[in-house]
């Protein structure tokens, strides 16, 4: 069994910055995807960028790339996601998600993850 934790969701202004971490503890493997997806009221989730078997690859959302990174402390069992320059677009509840075998076609669909933690509130003011 695997336990997520997020925890660093705020407020912030436009073009402010933000710092989510990702506490992963219980079982994990060589080939474990962990990910960051967002949903906003009212609409769909969305990816947002993941490690694909212990960071293989690294994939971000076009709608990101450039201004959020994400990274990972092994030691600390934990993966963060750091978000600069955010918009008022970006507010969501933010989401980790693991699986310990996704294939690579599967990254940037929720449905296929396992593992999912509670979530954490993210809101950009204009």
């Known amino acids: 069994q695997v336990q997520l934790v997020e925890s660093g969701g705020g407020l912030v202004k436009t073009g402010g910055s933000l710092s989510l971490s990702c506490a992963v503890s219980g079982r994990t493997s060589g080939s474990t995807t962990v990910a960051w997806f967002r949903q906003a009221p009212g609409k769909d989730r969305e990816f947002v960028a993941a490690?694909?078997?212990?960071?293989?690859?690294?994939y971000y959302a076009e709608s990101v790339k450039g201004r959020f990174f994400i990274s990972r402390d092994n030691a600390k069992n934990a993966v963060y996601l750091q978000m600069d320059t955010l918009k008022p677009e970006d507010t969501a509840t933010y989401y980790c998600?693991?699986?310990?075998?996704?294939?690579?076609?599967?990254?940037?669909?929720?449905?296929?993850?396992?593992?999912w933690g509670q979530g954490t509130q993210v809101t950009v003011s204009s």
């Open positions: 998600a693991l699986d310990n075998s996704l294939i690579l076609s599967s990254v940037r669909i929720g449905e296929d993850y396992d593992y």
């Open positions: 490690f694909w078997r212990n960071g293989i690859r690294t």
